[in-house]
């Protein structure tokens, strides 16, 4: 969610929360880089997650995303049909109005 919402958060929360979720830093390190307790390094994670969750409930914008790619990624299988292999016509057909289906609603969603 940090992808879609941490543009959202303040400078200091986006430090603190790449360090711990990027870098991979401890609790101790960053604690330690910005003069704050553990807990307050917890606390802020914690609060970042929250914040980050609450932009997702409201906005819905990362369930979308993952809706979208599962559409798009439909689409490509039904382009080289569904098994892959020859298809005749009705195959064909079928796949092609699948496919228009699919698009629009992803149309419609946007």
Do not use: P, W
């Not at 995303?65 to 005749?88: M, P």
């Amino acid at each position: 969610m940090y992808d879609f919402y941490g543009e959202l958060l303040t400078e200091h929360q986006k430090e603190v929360y790449e360090d711990v979720v990027q870098n991979d830093m401890s609790l101790g390190e960053i604690a330690e880089e910005f003069g704050i307790s553990r807990q307050g390094v917890h606390d802020l994670i914690r609060r970042c997650d929250r914040i980050l969750d609450g932009y997702e409930q409201k906005l819905h914008l990362v369930e979308r995303f993952r809706k979208t790619k599962e559409d798009v990624r439909r689409i490509r299988k039904l382009s080289f049909g569904e098994n892959g292999g020859e298809r005749n016509a009705d195959e064909m057909k079928t796949d092609m109005e699948k496919i228009r289906e699919i698009s629009e609603r992803i149309l419609e969603e946007l």
